[in-house]
């Protein structure tokens, strides 16, 4: 009997990396009264507003989902 090898093909690793982005950070100004910690959907970064009136700059790739909050607004840094 004749037996053949089996040829072997490389064994490729790819490892995942966010892309980073050229868009502008958003600020973004909570209107609630308590705290709120949401977790972006692009990055998977969580921000956290700690009272009302707080404002943080937000990853352009999870500005989108933020922008559908009641209580949030974006705003200027200042």
């Known amino acids: ?6 040829k072997s093909q490389p064994v490729v690793e790819v490892h995942a ?4 982005t050229d868009q502008p950070t958003r600020w973004f100004e909570y209107l609630g009264n308590n705290q709120l910690t949401i977790k972006g ?11 009302k009136g707080d404002k943080l700059p937000v990853d352009y790739r999870d500005s989108f989902a933020f922008m559908a909050e009641r209580e949030l607004k974006i705003t200027s840094k200042a």
Do not use: S, V
């Open 1 to 6: 009997m004749e037996e053949k090898a089996a």
């Open 41 to 51: 959907i692009g990055t998977g970064t969580p921000y956290h507003f700690k009272f």
């Open 17 to 20: 990396q966010k892309a980073p």
